[in-house]
């Protein structure tokens, strides 16, 4: 394990890392800091809750001295939640080399902010309409800049922030560092980094070390009329720190002014309410003054918190992606968690592509059984130190075989006799891939034996493999993003109507 010491940033930062109780760097610290130290840019692909801030934070801090005058370092957030919480981040590790962090965010009166500016400040975090609102205002000059952080890039897209991000890096001198972090690595977001960014160096923790593995995962099938009493059930007993996803803002309101009639400690934020109030919110539920707090996607983004115990989604999201942020709200720092999910038998489909996407099983909980259940039992905790075992299982099978292979004996793959599924992969004749290619990407690259490949089916833009049952779940998740020609593979179980014409 790499010390803070071994990265280069300086006994400051090493102390500043001390003094925060950080022991040793997280994963993504480990990857990008001593890429970044170098001068490089950096596109690293890391989840909230992973030390990402830490991971740029340190990086920039090393890399510039306080006092020029004018600010050196802009770091561009999606959200003021997040602007708020890295500024929080930086200043705090910042004590020792007295770098100065403002912030300037979109809600809050611009006297403040503005005055902040002009006292001079070394660091800027902010979102990108108040960034370009204070350089027309002429209090942020941005010609000093030599370290610019994009932050949460995938979201910032999503948000509809690009023409936004593009305008400033217009304002920015040609020569700087660029750090772009986000989630996921889209063909937006490369995109946009192959615009902004020179020749950056990619940096990825995700397929070994997803942040969603500290968190047991559930669902729990019920009708929306019945949601309410699964949850009352979750959060009555020992106000487990509840952390509530609801799909709109009409029902986060909804929900907390029932669970509020019923006597509950609870909380509510969506982008409707002032900022003033959404950030009393958040203190309070932070210093546990609240037990539960219900919010929408893009409220709740960015949300620093470490030791929420409990997400709900109230409502599941459609998308696999976010179903992976929200329920990283838990299970941070190092601190177990648990989630839970609300389907309505109509969406069931949903817990296997969220399976499929984060790679790990998630338990279905009967609801009469969390009926009364308490979170914090030894019945629960047994029932999920089960299913952590079973994940560990996995891991290990995993690393044997990695081990198995290292030391160059073949792999067994134990498979039961021609049980094949069907995988289907973004690839095919028109990007120029052929099976061989395929079979090749397979074995070199996601480390699949050849035996456990059966048909390859190659279409134009799709392709389907028939993959020994035992190494489906292994081709979801390590082919992910990996580079098959032209294309960042996407790899899904194939649909059951799917014929197979062509034989290998
Ligand atoms: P982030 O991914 O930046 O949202 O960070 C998640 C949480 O982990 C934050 O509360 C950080 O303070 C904390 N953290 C960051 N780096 C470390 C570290 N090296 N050791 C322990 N905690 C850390």
């Known amino acids: 394990m790499t010390s803070f010491s071994e990265l280069g940033i300086g006994k400051n930062l090493c102390e500043a890392a001390a003094r925060m109780g950080w022991t040793e760097p997280t994963p993504i610290q480990a990857a990008a800091i001593p890429v970044g130290i ?19 934070a340190f990086t920039v801090l090393a890399r510039t001295r306080p006092g020029p005058g004018v600010p050196t370092v802009l770091v561009l957030s999606p959200t003021r939640e997040l602007a ?21 965010y979109g809600g809050a009166p611009y006297s403040d902010q503005m005055r902040r500016l002009s006292a001079g400040c070394d660091i800027v975090v ?3 309409g108040r960034v370009i609102d204070m350089c027309e205002r002429e209090v942020l000059d ?22 936004e991000v593009r305008t400033i890096v217009g ?17 937006e977001v490369r995109e946009v980094a192959e615009g902004w960014m020179d020749s950056p160096e990619e940096v990825s923790i995700s397929p070994e070390c997803p942040a969603s593995d500290l968190v047991e995962q559930s669902y729990v099938i ?35 002014s029932r669970m509020s009639e019923d006597g509950l400690r609870v909380g509510s934020i969506h982008g409707d309410m002032p900022q003033s109030r959404r950030e009393k919110t958040i ?74 996407y984060t790679g790990v099983r998630i338990a279905k909980i009967n609801p009469k059984k969390i009926a009364g259940m308490d979170f914090s039992s030894p019945e629960v905790k047994e029932y999920h130190e089960g299913k952590v075992r079973m994940i560990q299982e996995a891991r290990d099978a995993r690393d044997a075989e990695r081990a198995a292979k290292a030391k160059g004996r073949p792999v067994q793959p134990q498979r039961a006799e021609g049980v094949y599924e069907q995988i289907s992969l973004n690839a095919g004749k028109s990007d120029g891939v052929s099976r061989n290619d395929i ?66």
């Open 38 to 56: 170098t001068g490089r840019d950096v596109l690293a692909q890391a989840q909230t809750g992973t030390g990402k801030t830490g991971a740029f």
């Open 84 to 104: 708020d919480q890295v500024s929080h981040e930086m200043y705090a590790l910042s004590k020792e080399t007295r770098h100065r962090v403002v912030a300037i």
């Open 126 to 128: 902010g979102t990108p």
């Open 142 to 163: 941005l010609s000093g800049i030599t370290e610019l952080v994009i932050d949460e890039a995938d979201r910032m897209l999503d948000m509809g922030f690009t023409e």
């Open 171 to 187: 304002m920015l001198p040609s020569e700087r560092q660029t750090l772009m972090f986000s989630a996921t690595f889209s063909d």
């Open 222 to 256: 019920v009708e929306r009329n019945r949601k309410y009493e699964v949850l009352r059930h979750i959060v009555s007993k020992n106000d487990p720190k509840t952390l509530v996803f609801c799909a709109t803002k009409k029902m986060v309101d909804d929900l907390a």
């Open 283 to 356: 203190r309070a539920y932070r210093n546990d003054r609240m037990a539960i707090l219900v919010a929408t996607d893009v409220a709740a983004r960015g949300l620093d918190i470490d030791n929420i115990e409990c997400v709900v989604n109230y409502d599941t999201p459609t998308d696999p992606e976010t179903y992976t942020h929200r329920i990283g709200r838990a299970g941070r720092a190092g601190k177990r968690g648990f989630a839970v999910s609300f389907v309505t038998p109509r969406e069931d489909r949903r817990v296997q592509m969220y399976e499929d």
């Open 439 to 504: 079979t090749e990407f397979l074995t070199n690259k996601v480390g699949v034996p050849r035996e456990a490949i059966g048909r390859i089916g190659l279409g134009k833009r799709t392709s389907f493999v028939e993959v020994s049952s035992e190494y489906v779940e292994k081709v979801l998740r390590d082919a992910e993003r990996r580079r098959l020609g032209p294309v960042g593979v996407h790899a899904i179980r194939a649909p059951e109507k799917v014929k197979m014409k062509d034989r290998v």
